[in-house]
Structure formats: C-alpha cells, structure tokens
C-alpha cells in the first residue's frame, strides 16, 4: 500500500501528531472533547468533510475521515452493517470511542433499527496501536472487493492536507498555502492573520 500522506503518516512522531491535530483543531474552532480514556480533537472545512483524532491515555489513536461526496459516505445509505464492517480490525476498546456515543458535527450516527446500538460515521478507519499505523481491515477489504481508491475515496488524501504532515507546519506555512488560495486581498489581511496564526502554535507548542 502506497500513498504519500500515509507515507508521511506513518513516520511522524505522536506527539508532532498530537500537536498538528491540536492546532487544527483550534483553527477550525472545534471544541475539544474528553471521553472516557481519550481526548478527540477534530477539523472540518465546513463543507462536509472531517477528520477526527481520539487520543488515548495509553498512547494510542483512532482517526475517522469523512468525505461527504465520497463513494463511501454511509449515511446517506443509512448502511449501520457496513458502516459497522469499516471498523473490523480495529480494537474494540478503540471502536468503543465511537459506539453508543453522542452525535456531534463531525461524526453523526448510524442506527442498527434491530438493537438501537449506534456507531459514529466515517469513510476511513485508521488506528494507531503505539507502535505502527493502520488500516482497518474491514475498510481495506471492502475497497479491495469493489476496487476503490481507498485514501481518496475515505477522504484520508483531503481531510489531512491541512496537516501538512511530511512537510513544514508553522504559521508561516500555513499563512503560505491561505495566499495561494487567494485568501488575502493585501499584505495587510495577511501580516494581521499571521499574527493570529502565531497566537494560535504558540498555544500548541
């Protein structure tokens, strides 16, 4: 399996990961959550796509990526089987982060009608065992099975470019990338949203 963000992934440190999901976090104006075990961080572009972190106290992490256009996106499919399926692999003290819990912007709930037992969407499943990433297995054999992009079509590849991971993450490239979007209309926009941007990293050093 080769993909350049997972690439990029997979060799950075947990705590430069924790600190990146930290900042976008705060960028996106998500609140930060404690659940039991975990801390969720999380981003959306506000547009229907996100990515979420659970941190866990023993140093392991769940992230869930969603993207609303995507092949993959279940809830419009209202499929709790196969939505459920995307987590086979993944511990069930992980899984447990995301079953049976409250709704929020990032991850709604798909409802098995039969038991009521809920689990929060999402086109990706990807854990983090302390040592190594992965893949949820039921994630990567439903994409074998029907010959699926698996890090575009779960949206790892779009949820995780702000991330910048394999590649500098300070302010100034951040405020870099905003004017090649055509954010800043003069370098007066730009200086003033630096300087909130700088506020931002240094909360998250």
């Not at 991971?165 to 003033?192: I, W």
Request: net charge negative.
């Amino acid at each position: 399996m080769s993909n350049a963000m997972w690439d990029a992934l997979t060799v950075t440190s947990l705590p430069e990961i924790r600190r990146r999901a930290a900042v976008m976090d705060d960028l996106a104006e998500v609140e930060p959550v404690t659940v039991p075990g975990a801390r969720r961080l999380a981003w959306n572009d506000r547009g229907g796509q996100s990515a979420v972190w659970y941190f866990t106290e023993d140093g392991r992490v769940l992230l869930l990526t969603f993207d609303h256009e995507s092949v993959l996106n279940l809830y419009a499919e209202d499929d709790f089987v196969l939505q459920e399926s995307f987590f086979e692999g993944v511990p069930d003290s992980l899984v447990t982060l995301v079953r049976d819990r409250p709704e929020n912007y990032e991850s709604l709930n798909l409802t098995d009608l039969t038991t009521g037992r809920t689990i929060h969407y999402a086109g990706g499943v990807f854990w983090y065992d302390g040592t190594c990433w992965h893949v949820s297995d039921g994630l990567a054999e439903y994409c074998r099975r029907e010959d699926l992009d698996l890090f575009g079509e779960s949206g790892f590849d779009y949820c995780l470019d702000a991330y910048r991971f394999g590649q500098d993450f300070t302010p100034e490239s951040v405020a870099a990338v905003r004017e090649d979007d055509g954010r800043y209309e003069d370098d007066e926009e730009k200086e003033a949203d630096l300087a909130g941007l700088r506020e931002v990293f240094d909360r998250h050093r």
